[in-house]
């Protein structure tokens, strides 16, 4: 069993960052809600073929157009854990570095691409860590939103503005900020 967050994950995180505890707890509701592993203890993933695309220059657009695509679409997304490692296994059979550099990973779904902004030297140093637990996943989060200049608007609870710099521009069409805002509603009443 892959090693879970504790409340005190939670409140050293919310130091590191200067914002509440629900505020965090809320993005992770919304990027992992089921948790940052999955049941066979690899890390929840989600591969991004359009990342994929970009990484790879469109070389396997033509051999492979579930996995890369020039622009995002949710209708290749795995309908299950398992059909979405499947998917990330086939990317990586084409091209190991990119298809996890493609691919948003753990609790707080952080993209692959990110590595070097969250600490790590190396794509493979990121992913070892997101299989290490969930902790790792945290102080990956914590780094992505400082460097990210993102801690302000947690701390203010501007989600739409968090939602934009750590979801892209199209997290007003999947309600991200919404989402957010909801989860720490939730979670302020339970403390």
Known sequence: MKPTLTEQDFVDAAGQLGCEVAAIKA???VEAPRGGFNPDGTPVTLFEGHKFHK????????????????????????????AEQDRLQRAMALDREAALRSASWGKFQIMGFNHESV??????????A??????????????FVLKNGLAPSLRRKDWA???????????????????????????KKEA
């Not at 020039?70 to 290749?76: D, E, L, N, S």
């Not at 600490?119 to 070892?128: D, E, K, P, R, W």
């Not at 997101?130 to 996943?137: F, K, N, P, S, T």
């Open 27 to 29: 993005v992770c509701q």
């Open 55 to 82: 990484f790879t220059h469109g070389a396997f657009d033509g051999e492979a157009p579930a996995l890369s695509y020039p622009t995002w679409t949710r209708k290749h997304y795995g309908k299950s854990w398992q």
């Open 119 to 128: 600490g790590f030297s190396s794509i493979q140093a990121f992913v070892n």
């Open 130 to 143: 997101m299989y290490a637990g969930e902790r790792e996943h945290l102080m990956a989060f914590v780094m």
């Open 161 to 187: 503005n968090f939602a934009r710099g750590y979801n892209g521009p199209g997290y007003a069409e999947n309600k991200y900020d919404d989402k957010m805002a909801s989860a720490y509603a939730s979670f």
